[in-house]
């Protein structure tokens, strides 16, 4: 067994577009940390937690990191959020 353990923190919100929204910003703002790997962010239905929608691009990029854009960008993948 890894001596590796996952922090699981229920935040609910009232439908996925708002879930995805709010971990996005949960997401982000851990990035200080250095134990996080914000892209591999997921939400799930309260009574449904095996399924799992990704917060993230699910794509890996140079380096073994995750793209942090959202799962259907249009574009290359990149570690920035592409300001407009």
Not at 23 to 48: F, I, K, M, Y
């Amino acid at each position: 067994m890894s001596e590796r353990f996952v922090i699981h923190l229920p935040v609910v919100a009232n439908d996925i577009v708002s879930a995805q929204r709010l971990a996005r910003v949960v997401a982000h703002w851990t990035h200080v940390l250095p134990q996080t790997e914000p892209a591999g962010t997921t939400v799930s239905a309260e009574d449904d937690q095996n399924v799992r929608h990704w917060v993230f691009c699910d794509r890996l990029l140079s380096g073994g990191r995750r793209c942090l854009l959202r799962p259907d960008h249009d574009g290359e993948c990149s570690r920035r959020h592409p300001w407009r």
